[in-house]
């Protein structure tokens, strides 16, 4: 029989089945993960979808300003512009008028906003010209000027919005209020002297943020509008509030720049305090930094040297042995000395007076009021070691005042048993110790508040954003002397400008009282490196509103307090009674008698 040559068909059934099952068990894989994805890891996958949709950004705060005591600002954040180009944008800009091609390109462009921006045609074309998608061409534009530029609708250029730091009052007060700038260890600008410096954190306030949701899958990130929106708002810093007077710290650095300059000291420093309050009304230091342009002066000029360097006072310390010996009832203003130029003491210490002499006849006003350091030893010595530390103690010597700066010294103040044969004896007229300049005006702050001692400072307080202002917290005032010592101190010191070393401090119309000093200054390795003069005064002597310290150093046209530091007292202590609006004295002078027969 023939073989039949049909092809054989399969079966239609088992196709079936065999597609069936792989359905099936694509069906159960899906099946499977859905229910991983919707049940077993529903929470972990949600969450990560989450994370890959949200985006957190940085809210920045708002650096606040520095105010003297008046409001006046003395240091401001203001808005900036970064401007920068797209070249590759502005290489295809074109301008019509009217359909006729008038601008195009990098060359046109340069062209008008070359006046706008202050810069040359070809140093802007420059910047403009070349393939790169971001070049910056100026900084820190002001809105007015960017206004400007966007007004002429040049394609390919865009700004940056910053904030930026200005001074209004250039280099008035620029050694308290600080500059800005960068660390090297980490980005951005932060203060790096001065209050802007000591305050950094009470003036940046605290950064906020936003978190929300975007789409993914949309160019650049779309905002969902039903997703999730966190903001956490930024905390803008508190605005600092000096005891500086913006017009008192400009006539004083005027006054003190053009003395440094007529007597060819190396530099100076003055001090006006509130006698009361222990409020700086100026700290003025010669020369002092622009904070707008620190790098203009030299780094060892930026900071304030009333606050870091240190000196012997002199005989301004005088007053101190003077203060310890009525308190302690060793003498009263009328005990009688004869006082001679040279002076040697039980251990064979022998020290001078400053001019040659006979012997005198003084009182213990007279001692003062000649500045005799023979007579001030001769005194000093019936004061026991440990009392004469106290009393430098007491009133504040070797330690900080914690005015408000950075970078304040301690000063020099060694243990009483620490002294040597001459150093227990020197103390007595300012040497073998040193002071800051503030320390110096605070020793005459305590003696004109009826010998109380207060701290001084340059932070009157911190004005908050919605206007809440609070008082800075300074230390709690400290008695030192009695009153009726600091009256007999203010009654001998006043005889220092009437017929003492202190005669050009005299403000006709107002009762001065002060000390003139005398005094070496050294480098940090012990060797003598100049000479210091000075004058510490308070007017009015009779009801005294204000302390002014006076510090020369290498003063080439004398070297005594009272011919190159008094005259600038009294021109400052002039102006600034005028501006406190302090009446003029009422009554004359009482003073002790000087001399005895």
Do not use: C
């Not at 985006?55 to 008046?70: F, L």
């Not at 100076?268 to 010669?286: N, R």
């Not at 007229?429 to 207060?454: E, H, I, K, P, W």
């Not at 919605?466 to 709690?476: F, I, L, Q, S, V």
């Amino acid at each position: 029989m023939a073989r039949s040559l049909a092809p054989v068909v399969a079966s239609p059934l088992r196709r079936q089945r065999l597609v069936s099952l792989a359905l099936l068990a694509v069906v159960v894989v899906f099946v499977v993960r859905l229910v991983s994805v919707q049940a077993v890891n529903a929470a972990e996958l949600s969450e990560l979808a989450l994370d890959t949709r949200l985006t957190t950004a940085t809210v920045d705060s708002e650096r606040a300003d520095i105010v003297d005591r008046n409001g006046v600002v003395l240091a401001q954040s203001v808005q900036r512009y970064h401007v920068f180009v797209n070249q590759q944008t502005l290489a295809e800009w074109k301008r019509y008028d009217e359909g006729t091609l008038v601008a195009e390109g990098p060359i046109d462009a340069a062209r008008i906003l070359a006046p706008l921006l202050g810069m040359s045609e070809s140093e802007l074309a420059a910047d403009l010209v070349g393939d790169k998608t971001f070049q910056y061409i100026a900084k820190y534009v002001t809105p007015e000027v960017w206004a400007l530029i966007d007004d002429e609708g040049i394609s390919g250029i865009d700004r940056e919005p910053v904030s930026q730091r200005i001074y209004p009052n250039g280099a008035v007060a620029g050694n308290v209020i600080g500059f800005m700038g960068g660390r090297a260890d980490e980005p951005g600008v932060f203060g790096l002297a001065g209050i802007e410096l000591a305050l950094e954190d009470t003036l940046e306030g605290e950064d906020g943020s936003i978190t929300y949701e975007r789409g993914i899958n949309s160019a650049g990130g779309t905002v969902i509008p039903t997703g999730i929106l966190d903001e956490q708002a930024a905390k803008d810093g508190d605005t600092v509030v000096l005891t500086i007077d913006r017009d008192i710290q400009y006539m004083t650095q005027q006054l003190l720049d053009t003395a440094v300059a007529n007597t060819g000291s190396a530099s100076g420093i003055v001090i006006v305090e509130d006698a009361k309050t222990g409020e700086i009304y100026a700290l003025a230091d010669s020369n002092s930094v622009d904070s707008s342009d620190p790098g203009a002066t030299p780094a060892a000029d930026r900071g304030s040297k009333a606050v870091s360097n240190v000196f012997e006072p002199g005989s301004t310390a005088k007053i101190i042995t003077m203060a310890a010996a009525l308190e302690e009832g060793i003498a009263v203003p009328t005990s009688r000395y004869t006082v001679p130029y040279e002076y040697t003491t039980e251990n064979n210490q022998t020290f001078k007076d400053s001019h040659e002499h006979a012997d005198q006849k003084m009182t213990l006003a007279g001692i003062l009021v000649a500045s005799s350091n023979t007579g001030t030893v001769m005194v000093g010595q019936e004061i026991p070691q440990e009392t004469r530390y106290e009393y430098l103690q007491r009133f504040g010597l070797g330690t900080s005042t914690d005015v408000g700066l950075p970078s304040e010294s301690s000063g020099i103040l060694r243990w009483w048993e620490d002294w040597d044969g001459r150093s227990k004896y020197a103390v007595l007229f300012g040497q073998a110790v040193s002071v800051t300049a503030l320390q110096t005006a605070q020793v005459y702050q305590t003696v004109a508040n009826g010998g109380v001692r207060v701290q001084p400072t340059v932070v009157a307080g911190y004005e908050s954003p919605d206007g809440t202002y609070t008082p800075r917290e300074t230390a709690e005032p400290v008695r030192v002397i009695s009153e009726d010592t600091a009256d007999s101190l203010m009654r001998m010191l006043e005889d220092v400008t009437e017929d003492g070393t202190g005669t050009l401090a005299r403000i006709e119309g107002y009762r001065v009282a002060g000390k003139t000093g005398t005094a070496q200054s050294f480098a940090h390795d012990g060797t003598q490196n100049g000479v210091v003069a000075s004058f510490v005064g308070v007017a009015p002597a009779d009801d005294p509103r204000i302390v002014v310290s006076v510090i020369m150093l290498n003063p080439s046209t004398s070297i005594w307090g009272g011919t190159v530091a008094a005259p600038v007292f009294r021109d400052v202590a002039t102006f600034t009674l005028q501006s406190l609006g302090v009446p003029p004295s009422t009554g004359e002078a009482n003073p002790y008698p000087t001399s005895w027969e």
